[in-house]
């Protein structure tokens, strides 16, 4: 399969500030990534980037094999979507359709020929003679999203374009942007600092970071396996619970405080011993239990109850004040200052070292 | 944006309150401070020389007659032209509507590209740029009077034309920079991706969006050169003198006895032109200086 996009080494600075270090990025054909990360981490400014709104400081960006780094955004085949929708407020949603066509000088018959498919791709038909303004959050998303559809392009550039949108609407176009890929196979690149749609979305997800990839995966092996001890507490919600111990007996147990816990079964490198290190464990990979297993359980009492609807979420506190959260079948209530045990998978754990924060 | 559901402003108070009355009092003063001149000046451009002589100036005329203002508009002397006021008036239309539409179109062209396109230095640019606009007129007289003559358009409405320009650009550039980026950028950017260039966001994305600013920076532009005086008076001759240049000359000329009415309608028709433009726009006026000052 030929890459869709290829970053090499693109870097970025605004004035004495470094906002993209070095990049690496590779994105296959008909791949849906996701740019996932906290504010100010760089992913829009990718984004804006690779579609030619920034002019980069070093390095090389190809779209299709084409170099394109110093190509206007109009030449780069790209289709981009704003957070604001940006539609403009003086064209009717057919106006808005066919502004960039009208640019490249197509002519009209094939203009009304893409604007039909497009509006019956996206259901916005009956608001072709509209202006933006007559129109509801979602109709202008989608009116934002057929101005990409119309240009044909190869990749489509999403920046936030869910963020307006009320939860509801978002879960909707959430589906419909999921279901359009699958209809046109087109590459996207999708920024948000939303990471349900990210787990949702994404063949990939780079998690980023300070101008940096952290971690480029797929959304199952990012969630499972957290290369670092940033994407382990920044993907999952509540995050993940981190004990701060060491590896003690040549690695095949994890001490902290009083508790020792057998590793036996993890996955991942040798554990070796160290005297820093940090074990992660969602909260659904625990589970609470009366009796205790040595090696296998920590001891805990009940702090707080939520239930959630589905499931509920148990605010424990463990030995030496750690606040632990585990997620429970709904049927289970807690009672508050129960004494309880937690048991671990370990086999679902993650282990940090401590200096270097990387998974072992 | 205002909300209109819910209630605004202060509890309502009964009408004839203490307050009203000191508020309204104050406010009725302070109007009839500045309706009194235009009273007078009305009447007095109606009533014939004899009336006038009766000292009673705030009376209205016993017998009404618009002969002062034909006077004013087509027959008064200054030196020795006796076209009245009407040469000034077709010399400052001369002179305003290219000095508006030039300097307009250059300072939005200005503020687009400050805003949108920024180059190396826009900053700096922009600094001195506004920094024009704190130099008072007087210090760059005589310097634009050499550059014009070396232009050989020192004298003629061109000259003229070319002051206004660019004494408006400060002012206008600011109005029109701030304007432009209180639009939002995700619109420029996606007009970008569909291809269109830096003429074709201007005028297809930006001008229709500016509406607002246009017509402030038109009123600005209109009465500031209508009104101007020092530059007319500097930077051209008798025959191409503006209507404000020669109002004064009318009114100052010490041959003969002071006509009064006729000055005060040949002051009235000068001052038609940016009383007009007012109230056709005022509305339009008000909400583009206020979108203007959302952002900065």
């Known amino acids: 399969m030929t890459n869709s996009i290829e970053v090499k080494d693109l870097t970025l600075n605004f004035g004495a500030v470094s906002v993209l270090k070095k990049m690496n990025l590779d994105v296959a054909e008909g791949e849906f990534i996701v740019l996932l990360g906290p504010s100010g981490c760089g992913k829009s400014t990718l984004l804006n980037c690779l579609a030619g709104l920034l002019d980069i400081t070093d390095g090389q960006i190809f779209i299709k094999g084409k170099n394109v780094t110093w190509a206007e955004p109009s030449d780069r085949g790209i289709g981009m979507v704003f957070q604001s929708y940006a539609l403009y407020p003086q064209m009717t949603v057919r106006g808005n359709l066919s502004f960039g066509l009208k640019n490249a000088k197509m002519p009209q018959p094939e203009i009304d020929k893409r604007i039909a498919r497009a509006a019956e791709i996206l259901q916005i038909e009956p608001l072709l003679d509209r202006k933006p303004a007559a129109l509801s959050g979602g109709q202008r998303q989608r009116v934002a999203i057929g101005r990409a559809l119309v240009r044909d392009v190869d990749v489509f550039l999403f920046d936030e374009p869910l963020s307006n949108l009320d939860a509801k609407l978002r879960s909707e176009l ?92 993890y996955e991942g490198g040798a554990i070796l011993e160290r005297s820093k290190a940090i074990l992660g464990l969602r909260p659904e990979h625990l589970t609470i239990q009366d009796h205790e297993e040595p090696g296998k359980t920590i001891a805990a009492t009940v702090e707080i109850d939520e239930p959630m609807g589905a499931d509920s979420l148990v605010w424990l506190e463990a030995d030496g004040g750690l606040q632990m959260s585990v997620r429970v079948p709904v049927e289970r209530r807690m009672a508050r200052g129960t004494p309880v045990h937690l048991k671990v998978d370990i086999s679902k754990a993650s282990i940090f070292d401590s200096g270097t924060e990387q998974r072992i | 944006m205002v909300d209109a559901t819910n209630p605004r402003g202060a509890k309502p108070k009964p009408r004839f309150s203490g307050r009203n009355i000191m508020l309204y009092g104050t406010l009725i003063v302070i109007c009839m401070y500045y309706i009194l001149p235009l009273w007078v000046m009305v009447m007095t451009s109606t009533k014939g020389m004899p009336e006038i002589r009766l000292g009673n100036i705030f009376s209205p005329p016993v017998e009404i007659t618009f002969q002062p203002w034909v006077k004013a508009w087509a027959e008064a002397c200054t030196g020795l032209n006796c076209d009245g006021l009407s040469r000034g008036f077709f010399n400052s239309v001369r002179i305003l509507i290219p000095s508006v539409i030039l300097s307009i179109a250059v300072a939005s062209v200005n503020g687009y590209a400050l805003v949108n396109w920024r180059f190396k230095g826009s900053d700096i640019f922009f600094t001195i740029l506004i920094f024009g606009s704190f130099i008072p007129y007087q210090v760059m007289l005589y310097p634009m009077v050499i550059i014009l003559r070396e232009l050989g358009i020192y004298g003629t409405l061109w000259g003229l034309v070319l002051v206004h320009t660019i004494f408006g650009m400060p002012i206008l550039t600011l109005l029109f920079r701030n304007y432009f980026s209180s639009l939002p950028e995700e619109l420029f950017k996606a007009a970008r991706v569909d291809g269109a260039g830096f003429w074709g966001i201007f005028f297809k994305i930006m001008v229709p969006m500016s509406l607002p600013i246009f017509v402030v920076a038109l009123i600005l532009q209109v009465t500031g050169i209508w009104n101007d005086f020092l530059f007319g008076v500097v930077f051209t001759k008798p025959d191409t003198y503006p209507m404000t240049v020669q109002l004064n000359n009318i009114v100052n000329s010490v041959q003969g006895i002071k006509e009064y009415n006729v000055n005060m309608a040949a002051t009235l028709l000068t001052g038609l032109v940016p009383l007009v433009i007012y109230f056709i726009s005022g509305k339009l006026f008000v909400r583009g200086i206020a979108a203007g000052a959302v952002k900065g």
Do not use: C, W
């Open chain 1, 174 to 265: 959430r589906v419909e942007i999921k279901r359009l890929h699958n209809k046109l196979n087109n590459t996207m690149v999708y920024v948000t600092h939303d990471q349900i749609e990210a787990l949702t979305l994404a063949d990939r997800i780079a998690v980023m970071r300070g101008g940096i990839i952290q971690q480029l995966a797929a959304p199952q092996e990012i969630y499972n396996r957290p290369s670092n001890l940033f994407v382990a507490g920044f993907i999952g919600s509540p995050s993940m619970n981190f004990l701060h111990g060491a590896t003690v007996e040549s690695g095949r147990a994890f001490q902290f405080g009083s508790v020792k816990l057998d590793l036996t079964g």
